[in-house]
């Protein structure tokens, strides 16, 4: 699969969009005001433990504090043997045991804050660099499970006399990163030489920076571009800005030498996005509908807690049947709900109503097709079967804000309901909050201030009901539009 890289770059936000076949499949944003925490290594001061949750709570200098659960603190195991997370199968030593309140901690954010939810830590720190991944408190070398079983025990062997040789010196452990896989042992000890002075610096910090101080942190999102976005199949990489070219060809050639030949300067008239006019796939993302070529559409829903997305045939009559075509908008959704979802950056639990199939041949197909294009994902995924409700259960890792929580935020009218009360039933509100009013009070009038479509509605259609009320409190009950209120908003002023 042939990819491009767009990126867009400007001082107050840098935007990365990876094109296939003409179509944007992800967009990677970044804001220098709100730039992520993942990778970035903090001297954390622990605030609160609650054993009843087995979790800590750690200040790091943010807004919120950091959430800690013993799951990911590396443990120190007995009679000398390097620490190591609890053995699957077995307890974990309580967190309590392990943390206490005012204690000082190195931590690494796993997962940026989203929503109301802090950061995710971590005591084991991992450092990425351009082929292979630090482990500096492990001992164990590894190579990536994306490279081929078969050339895995040699990769590792090499790497494990690169890790052992003490020309270059220091401990800790090592995994080999896919774009490591046909590199040199020169580059894999320059590697290694970086990763290990990096972590010296890390170390320093700590001994002289007090709590709550940021010890590290990772590359920005145009360097990440060549560490983690660019493979063989990447074609080119445009960027539109001539400062930030010669920045990252810098950083490319030093340390990616690979990728930097791919790096091109964009110097067309047309805004890069423009080109694939992946602003207006962008304003498609953050909406609810999703139109498929057939004719049918998808319709996409995101809570807090999962997502779901429902498959409709819409006005597709092409096929010669009603499986037939039942079979080939769940074939199409298939490949669109996969592109949505690295395209909306969608995480945590999903559920996919596809359209109902009798032929179970059919369900195979759609559920084949379906991992098919989940397994380009980059982020981890997996796809259960049909349910007995013919839903398919998934989960994607989520590691940041999905984009439509990066890009927008709840309307001010509806509260992020998505729908508000009609005017009707605001004056019906209006009305028996009158009579409520009217029972502890006796003003001398009532004055209803509210939008103008309510007051225009008790003008016309409801000035009877309005009218009857004024005779039973035996009050007067005056109007005020106000253009500022929004529909279910409104005052009721005792004069």
């Known amino acids: 699969m042939q990819q491009d890289i767009l990126i867009n770059w400007s001082p107050q936000e840098t935007r990365v969009a990876i094109v296939e076949h003409g179509a944007v499949q992800e967009l990677h944003i970044e804001r220098t005001l709100e730039r992520g925490l993942v990778g970035n290594v903090y001297l954390g001061k622990v605030s609160r433990v609650l054993p009843g949750m087995q979790s800590a709570f750690i200040d790091i200098g943010l807004e919120r504090a950091a959430f800690l659960h013993v799951a990911d603190v590396w443990q120190r195991q007995p009679d000398g043997e390097p620490p190591a997370f609890a053995r699957k199968g077995e307890p974990p030593v309580p967190i309590e045991k392990q943390v206490f309140e005012g204690q000082s901690l190195m931590v690494q954010v796993i997962k940026d804050p989203i929503g109301t939810k802090g950061a995710r830590l971590s ?72 990763l290990r002075k990096t972590w010296a610096r890390i170390k320093e910090a700590s001994l002289k920076l007090p709590p709550m101080s940021l010890l590290h942190q990772d590359l920005d999102l145009l360097q990440r571009v060549l560490r983690d976005l660019v493979g063989d199949h990447t074609q080119t990489i445009r960027l539109d800005s001539l ?43 953050l909406g609810r509908r999703v139109d498929l070529k057939s004719g049918g559409y998808l319709i996409v829903d995101q809570t807090e807690a999962l997502t779901t997305i429902d498959v409709n045939t819409g006005g597709y009559v092409g096929a010669r049947n009603f499986d037939d075509t039942i079979f080939k908008t769940n074939l199409e959704a298939a490949q669109a709900i996969a592109r949505q979802l690295r395209l ?35 982020v981890k995924t ?40 009609t005017a009707r039933s605001v004056c019906y509100d209006i009305l028996r909050e009158i009579l409520r009013e009217a029972r502890q009070f006796n003003p001398r009038e009532f004055r209803v201030v509210a939008s103008a479509r309510v007051v225009e509605l008790f003008l016309d259609e409801e000035s009877q009901h309005l009218a009857g009320l004024s005779d039973f409190i035996r009050k007067p009950i005056s109007l005020q539009a106000e253009s500022a209120m929004g529909q279910e908003q409104y005052d009721i002023v005792l004069l």
């Open 243 to 285: 400062e930030q070219f010669q920045r990252l060809r810098a950083f490319g050639q030093e340390f990616m030498p690979a990728a930097a030949p791919k790096l091109q300067h964009y110097k067309g008239e047309r805004p890069i996005f423009d080109l694939y006019s992946i602003d207006e796939e962008v304003a498609k993302a």
């Open 382 to 421: 997996m796809a259960g079967g049909f349910s007995q409700l013919g839903l398919v259960e998934m989960t994607r890792k989520r590691t940041r804000e999905s984009l439509a929580h990066m890009l927008c935020e709840p309307c001010e009218a509806c509260q992020g309901k998505g729908s508000v009360k």
């Open 123 to 194: 005591t084991q720190i991992s450092i990425a660099g351009r082929l292979l991944v630090f482990l500096p408190q492990d001992d164990h070398v590894g190579v990536s499970q994306k490279i081929p079983s078969a050339e895995r025990d040699a990769l590792r062997a090499r790497l494990q006399a690169l890790v052992g040789d003490k020309a270059s010196g220091g401990g800790g452990g090592f995994i080999l990163r896919t774009n490591g896989e046909d590199s040199t042992d020169a580059e894999l000890a320059e590697d290694i030489a970086y």
């Open 344 to 378: 909306r950056n969608l995480g945590g639990i999903i559920i996919v109503d596809f359209i109902d199939m009798v032929q179970v041949g059919h369900q195979e197909a759609v559920l084949s097709e379906f991992r098919k294009q989940l397994g380009r994902d980059r």
